[in-house]
């Protein structure tokens, strides 16, 4: 938004040009012609959750796209218990297919005829193919990684006027990033192990430079990453200085930001966020990887990685987490769900902030909707408090005033 336009009401300006608008004298902010409305947001707050039609959209373009799928299952069957649902298997060319068997959540689009798409412009939310018009009311991404979790899906709902659960666009783009969440944990006062970060052609093209960038700030081990990817794919620990190049070049054919962090000895502590602009953390678990560190063969491969349920903290330790695990949420403006992660020093006790996942794993043995389930929210209630979040942040920005007519003086 233009940083010197009004933010409501009538402006009126001396000499007509403020802020590069029209040659008016007035210029009258209003609401766009109404539109039509999710019938539950006709019917307004605080009802029993009704019958909603669901497009679950998962599959997707990303390196998670299997993960997603089981996600999906899980979700899949328990919100089909109460309402409609119609799944959208995204194949890894993202290309959007019906899926004809509502009980079946197929793993590849072979045997799916209907493609489907969804236009821009606010109307009825609507998924359009050359076969049908499917009128829903909402959209569950169930996207993990890049082209879901990253805010690219996010913006294309919200381009059709579409109510979806979960983070917004600059929440999605910002929790996909580590470098933009660091930031903005970092401008929060909260937590984070010391880290540095340069574009990838800098290393290309001054190899020693970055090599004395980091090792001025930190001591090995050091944590190598892509900035933007997930599943620990990429990323590197490094305990010396000869390992540092072959790290920085395997990070660097992921994404164009590196990030260097300090090795921690931790703990690894999760803890699950629920709400809007208020939120709710559940009892933190405990991740505990058999491997070095929780590596892409640790969450995906090998079976070996135990999970406790909650972990096993003191109440003041637990209540730390909450709260950092709240702040975080919020410093990066998250909406419906987040799974935060953190690293507890083993010998100073301190917690640091890894980082937040916005649509987290989601089967039923996931982190993120067991630790709920431990701390009194069952999996069921889970969906259907993450559907009215969903419904209730929509209904909150159809406050806001997108346009405005200049009307010349009469
Ligand atoms: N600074 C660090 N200190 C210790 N371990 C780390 C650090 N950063 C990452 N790790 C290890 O690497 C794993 C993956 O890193 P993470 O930043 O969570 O990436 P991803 O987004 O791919 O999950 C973590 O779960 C942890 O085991
Ligand atoms: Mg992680």
Redesign the pocket.
């Known amino acids: 938004m233009a940083a010197d336009v009004p933010a409501c009401g009538v402006h009126s300006s001396s000499d007509g040009r403020r802020g590069g608008l029209p040659t008016t004298d007035r210029v009258v902010f209003q609401q766009p012609r109404p539109v039509p409305l999710v019938r539950e947001i006709i019917q307004g707050e605080n009802q029993q959750m009704q019958q909603l039609r669901i497009a679950l959209l998962y599959g997707g373009r990303s390196g998670e796209h299997e993960i997603s799928i089981r996600s999906a299952r899980s979700i899949h069957k328990t919100l089909l218990e109460k309402h409609s649902m119609y799944p959208i298997f995204i194949d890894k060319q993202g290309f959007w297919w019906r899926v004809p068997d509502r009980d079946q959540l197929p793993v590849n689009n072979t045997g799916l005829t209907e493609r489907v798409c969804i236009y821009p412009g606010f109307q009825a939310p609507t998924l359009f193919s050359n076969q049908s018009q499917l009128r829903i009311d909402l959209v569950f991404p169930v996207l993990h990684g890049t082209h879901g979790e990253d805010g690219i899906i996010q913006g294309v709902l919200e381009s059709a006027g579409i109510p979806y659960v979960g983070a917004n666009v600059a929440a999605s783009a910002a929790g996909m990033d580590?470098v933009i969440m660091k930031a903005l944990f970092v401008q929060e006062g909260l937590p984070v192990?010391p880290y540095v970060w340069f574009y990838r052609s800098r290393w290309r093209t001054g190899q020693q430079k970055c090599i004395d960038l980091i090792e001025g700030k930190l001591p090995y081990p050091v944590?190598v990453?892509p900035a933007n990817?997930?599943?620990?794919?990429g990323?590197s620990k490094v305990h010396d200085r000869l390992e540092l190049g072959p790290a920085l070049d395997e990070a660097a054919r992921y994404d164009s930001k590196l990030v260097v962090?300090?090795?921690?000895n931790?703990r690894?502590i999760e803890c699950s966020v629920l709400g809007n602009e208020t939120a709710d953390a559940s009892l933190p678990g405990e991740i505990v990887?058999k491997r070095e560190?929780?590596?892409y063969a640790a969450k995906y491969i090998e079976n070996t990685t135990e999970l406790h349920v909650p972990a096993k903290l003191n109440p003041e330790q637990v209540k730390t987490v909450q709260d950092l695990s709240i702040r975080a949420f919020q410093a990066v403006g998250c909406s419906g769900m987040g799974r935060v992660?953190l690293?507890m020093d083993r010998e100073s006790q301190k917690f640091y902030l890894?980082?937040i996942n916005t649509i987290p794993g989601f089967t039923n043995i996931s982190m993120y909707p067991k630790l709920w389930e431990v701390s009194g929210l069952p999996f069921a209630e889970l969906l259907d408090r993450l559907l009215e979040l969903a419904l209730q942040r929509f209904r909150d920005q159809l406050e806001n005033v997108t346009s405005y007519e200049a009307i010349q003086n009469p």
Request: aromatic residues 12%; without cysteine; glycine residues 8%.
């Open positions: 580590k192990a944590f990453k990817l997930g599943s620990s794919v990323i962090e300090q090795g921690i931790a690894e990887p560190f929780y590596d992660d690293l890894n980082e």
